[in-house]
C-alpha cells in the first residue's frame, strides 16, 4: 500500500510540474560518463525554486536513476535543526513586536527555536513561500522508490549547524535589523543570488572564500568524491547545493580529475528510456 501511494505522489507530482507555467532556461545540471555508465548532477539552490521550474529533462534523468544522493536528507535535515521550545518563549516587547512586524505568526514565535527565527526573520518571504527544490526532489525521488545516499557525514553536518546557526542571537539580530531592513534584505538576495542561479553562470557556481571557510565547500567536495564514484555504479540523480560545483575545488573539476566526462546538458534534450 505505502509504495502504492508514493507511486501515485510522484504521478500527481510530475502532473503538476508538466503544467508550470515557467521553466528555468539554464539549470546547472550536468550528465557524467565513465566505464560505460552515466549519472546527472544538478546544482540546486536550497530556497526561492520548486520542481515546477524545473526542465522536463531533469524530470527524466530523476526517472530513470536508480539511486538519488543528496548532502542530506530530509530526515537526517530536520534532526539537526534546532529543536523548537516546549513551553511557549517570552521575549522583550519591542523584540516580540518587530518580529510580528516581519510577518511572524505568534505561534512560530513562541515556539520555535531562537536560532531558527533568525532565519524566518531574515528570510520569511522565501520560507513562507514553501518552494525547496532539495526537498521537492527527494520526495519525487522517494515516491518512485528510489534509494538514497546522503553525501555529507552527520557528524560534520552537526557541528556546521553549530558553527553557522548558532551563532545567531534573535534578540540582537532584532534590534539591529529593522523588519523593513529585513525585507529589503530578502529582497536584495532574491535580486543577487536567487537571480544569478536562474541565470545560470557558471561563474556564479564558485562559492566566495568567506561561503567556503564556513561551510568547509571544498573540503566537503573532496570527502564526496569517494561516495560519488561509488553511486556512479548504480546509475545516480546527484542533488547538491549549486556552489559546490565551480572553481578549482569544485564538483566538476575534482569528477573530472576522476576521468569522468562532464558535460552540461541543453534543456531540449531528452533522456533516453532506460538510461542510465
Known sequence: MEIAVRILVFLIALLSISA??????HPYFFKLEKDGKASYLLGTIH??????????????????SPLFASELNNETAARLAPGSSPIPQTFPADVKARLRQRGLPGNLIAFASPQVLCDYYQYWEGIEEGKNLDMELEELALAKGKARLELDEVELSRKLVRETIGQCHIEELVRS?????AKLGYEKWVHESLGAYKLGAMESSTPSAADDAAYQIGARNAAWIVKLKAAHEQGAFINVGYQHLGGEHGLLELLKAEGFSVRRLNV????????P
Do not use: F, H
Not at 20 to 25: D, G, I, L, N, Y
Not at 177 to 181: A, F
Open 20 to 25: 508550470r507555467a515557467e521553466t528555468m532556461a
Open 47 to 64: 530556497m526561492g525554486v520548486g520542481a515546477k521550474e524545473l526542465p522536463e529533462i531533469i524530470l527524466q534523468a530523476l526517472e530513470t
Open 177 to 181: 535589523l529593522s523588519p523593513q531592513d
Open 268 to 275: 531540449n534534450q531528452t533522456v533516453p528510456k532506460g538510461s
